[in-house]
């Protein structure tokens, strides 16, 4: 026996359209008028409604590109540096304060309003104006 003679054991049953006569007739199932028994599209998505519904916002791709920066509080430098230490964000990372995105040191901030007893020196980080005064006066620098 080759694949050319295989051939199948039922009856081949050709598929009738509905609506075209016999059993399934003039309704075809789709009871009588309305939305619901007309032929072609019918409701539109309600996803697509839901979409429409929401604002648009300007700019959204523009999002993705902005690099987002780790805010670190001073209270936090208090507690896990020595007066006299140099502050980056490769050396925060190092001590676990920060963690790498996507693969890379991000941009930090140091924000907070508490009391600092310790003169540290912080390097390439972005700091708030009272931030900068508490620092200046506990005797760091910012560079």
């Known amino acids: 026996m080759q694949l050319h003679q295989l051939k199948p054991k039922h009856k081949i049953r050709r598929k009738r359209g509905i609506g075209r006569g016999g059993k399934r007739g003039t309704f075809s199932g789709r009871g009588t008028k309305g939305q619901k028994a ?3 599209r019918k409701f539109q998505p309600i996803i697509r409604e839901l979409i ?3 604002p648009k ?3 959204y791709r523009m999002e993705k590109r902005r690099k987002k920066t780790i805010p670190v509080s001073i209270q936090l430098l208090e507690r896990k540096f020595k007066s006299g230490e140099i502050i980056t964000p490769a050396y925060l990372l190092k001590k ?5 995105i996507k693969g890379k040191i991000p941009k930090v901030k140091i924000l907070g309003k508490e009391k600092l007893s310790k003169a540290l020196i912080i390097e390439n980080c972005a700091v708030s104006k009272t931030t900068k005064e508490i620092i200046e006066k506990a005797g760091g620098t910012i560079k």
């Open 57 to 59: 916002l300007r700019g």
């Open 96 to 100: 676990g304060i920060i963690r790498k």
């Open 52 to 54: 429409k519904r929401y």
């Open 38 to 40: 007309r032929a072609g």
